[in-house]
Nanobody, 115 residues
Framework: QVHVVESGGGLVQPGGSLRLSCAAS????????MSWYRQAPGKERELVAS????????NYADSVKGRFSISRGNAENTVYLQMNSLKPEDTAVYYC????????WGQGTQVTVSS
């Protein structure tokens, strides 16, 4: 059975940091490209960051470049999103996404940036 479970969300002040984790099981994690998406209230889901199977290449939305960093641990079947210098506009539900021969979504974790 496939499980994709995000954790690490919460409430943080502007300028603060959070580290999201996504633990995967039930599929061959190291064969899947992994991504983080986010969806703010009233807005469409958008791609935040992605990383290829061996971690050798990453891609970021312009809005988070220089502030967010995606990484993965294939031995741990986990992908991470380090978020620094957070802004109120980063407030959203963050989703983990796995893509290869199939696609899998996590249930999301709420990130709220507010003073």
């Amino acid at each position: 059975q496939v499980h994709v479970v995000e954790s690490g969300g919460g409430l943080v002040q502007p300028g603060g940091s959070l580290r999201l984790s996504c633990a995967a099981s039930g599929f061959k994690f190291r064969s899947y490209a992994m991504s983080w998406y986010r969806q703010a209230p009233g807005k469409e889901r958008e791609l935040v960051a992605s990383i290829i199977t061996n971690g050798g290449s990453t891609n970021y939305a312009d809005s988070v470049k220089g502030r967010f960093s995606i990484s993965r641990g294939n031995a741990e079947n986990t992908v991470y999103l380090q978020m620094n210098s957070l802004k109120p506009e980063d407030t959203a539900v963050y989703y983990c996404y796995a893509q290869w021969d199939r696609v899998y979504w996590g249930q999301g974790t709420q990130v709220t940036v507010s003073s």
